[in-house]
Nanobody, 123 residues
Framework: VQLQASGGGLVQAGGSLRLSCAAN????????MGWFRQAPGKEREFVAA????????YYTDSVKGRFTISRDYLKDMVYLQMNSLKPEDTAVYYC?????????????????WGQGTLVTVSS
C-alpha cells in the first residue's frame, strides 16, 4: 500500500488548511487511516484516526473541535480539515494506515506511511 499526503502550506494563525492522503495498492477494505504529525525536535504524535465505518473517529485532545478527519471510500482518500490553526500545530503531517478496526494512537501500530506534508502556522 502506498500513501501520498498533500495540502500542506503556510497559513496564519486562525486560518484553515485541508490535507489529503491518497492510497493505492490496497487489497482490503477493513483498515484504519490516521494522521500523525512531527514538530521540529519532537517525536511523532498521533492527531486523528478514522475507521472503515465513517462514524468511528478519534482525535487527540489538542485538536478536538478544530480538526475533522473524513474519508472517501470510493476514491480511497482520507482528509484532515484543520481550522483555527495555531502556531503549535506547525509540523510535518503524515498519513498512515493499519489493517483492522481499532483506532490506535501509537506510531508503531501503523504499517503504511505517506511521505509527509509540511504545515507552517505563523503567529
Amino acid at each position: 500500500v502506498q500513501l501520498q499526503a498533500s495540502g500542506g502550506g503556510l497559513v496564519q494563525a486562525g486560518g484553515s488548511l485541508r490535507l489529503s492522503c491518497a492510497a493505492n495498492g490496497r487489497t482490503s477494505t477493513n483498515y484504519v487511516m490516521g494522521w500523525f504529525r512531527q514538530a521540529p525536535g519532537k517525536e511523532r504524535e498521533f492527531v486523528a484516526a478514522i475507521g472503515w465505518r465513517a462514524g468511528n473517529k478519534y482525535y487527540t485532545d489538542s485538536v478536538k473541535g478544530r480538526f475533522t478527519i473524513s474519508r472517501d471510500y470510493l476514491k480511497d482518500m482520507v482528509y484532515l480539515q484543520m481550522n483555527s490553526l495555531k502556531p503549535e500545530d506547525t509540523a510535518v503531517y503524515y498519513c498512515a494506515s493499519r489493517e483492522g478496526n481499532m483506532l490506535l494512537t501509537g506510531v508503531r501500530e501503523y504499517v503504511y506511511w505517506g511521505q509527509g506534508t509540511l504545515v507552517t502556522v505563523s503567529s
